[in-house]
């Protein structure tokens, strides 16, 4: 079993930037395969971007190619989002989540999820 908590949410204008960090106990964490998700007002929740178990394997959504980098330190029990380029649509609760299926992007395939942090961005 495994617990997360993200950090590093805010209101960024625009063009800004903001690096999310997700914290995970126990000893395993390097079993698992680690996504983050956002969720918008009124909408379902999306996957954002997912790292294989070894950090070798990354894919993002469309969207935030190109603005969105996404790390895991097994070393540290972490994953991170470094966020640039921040659009309006990019608002929302943004969660992490791991899981020990193979590959996914689908939320439901995710076991263990955090609290969530708020990104805000103002246009």
């Known amino acids: 079993q495994v617990q997360l908590v993200e950090s590093g949410g805010g209101l960024v204008q625009a063009g800004g930037s903001l690096r999310l960090s997700c914290a995970a106990s126990g000893r395993t964490f390097s079993r698992y395969l680690m996504g983050w998700f956002r969720q918008a007002p009124g909408k379902e929740r999306e996957f954002v971007a997912g790292i294989s178990r070894s950090g070798g394997t990354i894919t993002y959504t469309d969207s935030v190619k190109g603005r969105f980098t996404m790390s895991r330190d097994n070393a540290k029990n972490t994953v991170s989002l470094q966020m640039n380029g921040l659009k309006p649509e990019d608002t929302a609760v943004y969660y992490c989540?791991?899981?020990?299926?193979?590959?996914?992007?689908?939320?439901?395939?995710?076991?263990?999820w955090g609290q969530g942090t708020q990104v805000t961005v103002s246009s």
């Open positions: 989540a791991a899981s020990d299926l193979g590959w996914t992007t689908t939320p439901g395939a995710y076991d263990y």
